[in-house]
C-alpha cells in the first residue's frame, strides 16, 4: 500500500494460478442432454465435484474424457463453466494439444455448449497446441446458442418407472371392461 497525501493507492498483484472452479452441488450426478444434431451423440453429463467425468467426445484421437473445471462466472441465471481436458489426446498432425469447451448452465434445467464446431476436432472443442495460454473469449466463442433440456438420469428412471406403472395400471383396467 503506498500513501500519498490524503489518499491511499492499493496495488494488488493477481497471478494466474491453477485453481480450479467447483460444479454447484445440485448438479453433481448424471444428466441426460439429450441428441445433438450438430455431433451427431447423445450429449450426457457426469458432474463430480471440478470434474467432468467420462464426456464423450467424437475426436479420431480421443472418444471420451475427463475435463476439469478450469474457471466459472455468473451471466445473470448462468453459470459459465470452462472445462479443460485432463487426459492429453494423441497428438494431432504431430502437434500435442489442449482442448476446451465451454458450458452454459442455467439452473438445473437446461445448458448450451458455447463452444463452436470444431470440424478438424468433428465435435464442439476448442483446440490448442499444449501449453499455449486461451482466453475465455477463445473457448466461449459460440454466446447466444439456444438452451437444451438437461434431466438427471436418476429422475429419468423415476419418470419411466411412474410411466411404465401408469401403463400397467391402464392396461388392467382395460382388461376389466366389459
Same mark, same amino acid.
Given at each position: ?41 447423445? @450429449?450426457?453429463?457426469?458432474?463430480? #465435484? $471440478? &470434474? ?5 467426445? !467424437?475426436?479420431? +484421437? ?7 473445471? @478450469?474457471?466459472?462466472?455468473?451471466? #445473470? $441465471? &448462468? ?5 479443460? !481436458?485432463?487426459? +492429453? ?25 458455447? +463452444? ?63
Amino acid at each position: 500500500m503506498i500513501s500519498f497525501g490524503f489518499g491511499m493507492l492499493v496495488i494488488c498483484v493477481i497471478s494466474h494460478t491453477d485453481a480450479s472452479c467447483q460444479f454447484k452441488d445440485s448438479l453433481h450426478g448424471k444428466w441426460n442432454g439429450g441428441y445433438d444434431g450438430e455431433t451427431r451423440k447423445n @450429449v450426457v453429463f457426469n458432474f463430480d #465435484g $471440478d &470434474t467432468l467425468r467420462d464426456f464423450t467426445l !467424437n475426436m479420431p +484421437t480421443l472418444s471420451q474424457t475427463d475435463f476439469t473445471c @478450469v474457471e466459472s462466472f455468473q451471466k #445473470g $441465471d &448462468t453459470t459459465i463453466y470452462t472445462l479443460q !481436458n485432463v487426459e +492429453t489426446p494423441q497428438p494431432i498432425f504431430g502437434i500435442q494439444i489442449d482442448i476446451y469447451f465451454c458450458l452454459a448452465v442455467n439452473g438445473e434445467e437446461e445448458y448450451s455448449i458455447q +463452444t463452436g464446431f470444431n470440424p478438424i476436432l468433428k465435435d464442439k472443442v476448442y483446440g490448442v497446441k499444449a501449453g499455449k495460454s486461451v482466453t475465455i473469449d477463445d473457448i466461449c466463442n459460440q454466446n447466444g446458442k439456444e438452451m437444451n433440456e438437461m434431466i438427471r438420469l436418476k429422475d429419468q428412471m423415476r419418470e419411466s418407472k411412474e410411466i411404465t406403472r401408469l401403463f400397467d395400471a391402464l392396461e388392467t383396467e382395460l382388461e376389466d371392461l366389459p
